[in-house]
């Protein structure tokens, strides 16, 4: 590969990790032509870039876009991604189903380093869809509870309006 190439290569992965949140490090070795396949695909349906470069180019693309990233050795992929959850979700199931490969290195999350566990952690968490529920159920119980008892209140003042009522025309 020519000097300009690598050039070029290292430029594209840096604009590429500078729009990103979330980049891990990952040892594909063991996986073959297929299952590398089949990763490939459900990163890319999730908008997830699953680029295998030279470590040294990759190093570089890392630090050239304003982060310190850690030496690399072996075999490694990069998962580029901006939903830092979702990636590692996928990674993880797709490890737990191809004995734990493909194995993450670590990574950067928020611009700072992240462990292979720490990894794990994040793809423990649930989804955005299912906090925004979660969040609008929280906020629904109390206005909920507060029509009810709103609810007893106007239902009970009727009640006491009608006792009025029959006291008074029985009088």
Avoid: C, H, W
Wanted: positive net charge; aromatic residues 4%; glycine residues 10%.
């Amino acid at each position: 590969m020519k000097r300009t190439d690598k050039e070029q290569l290292v430029a594209e992965l840096k604009e590429q990790i500078g729009s990103a949140s979330a980049l891990y490090y990952t040892d594909f070795t063991g996986l073959n032509v297929k299952r590398m396949t089949d990763l490939r695909r459900r990163l890319r349906k999730a908008g997830v870039q699953y680029v295998v470069i030279k470590n040294t180019l990759a190093l570089r693309a890392v630090n050239e876009s304003g982060l310190v990233g850690e030496r690399l050795k072996g075999p490694t992929g990069l998962v580029i991604s901006s939903d830092a959850v979702e990636a590692a979700r996928i990674l993880t199931d797709f490890a737990k189903a191809n004995d734990a490969k493909p194995a993450v290195k670590g990574g950067m999350f928020g611009g700072t380093s992240i462990d292979a566990a720490q990894v794990k952690r994040l793809a423990a968490m649930p989804t955005r869809e299912q906090m925004l529920a979660e969040l609008g159920a929280g906020l629904q119980s109390p206005l909920s509870a507060m029509l009810g008892a709103m609810n007893a209140l106007m239902t009970n003042f009727a009640g006491a309006l009608e006792a009025l009522r029959t006291q008074r025309e029985g009088a």
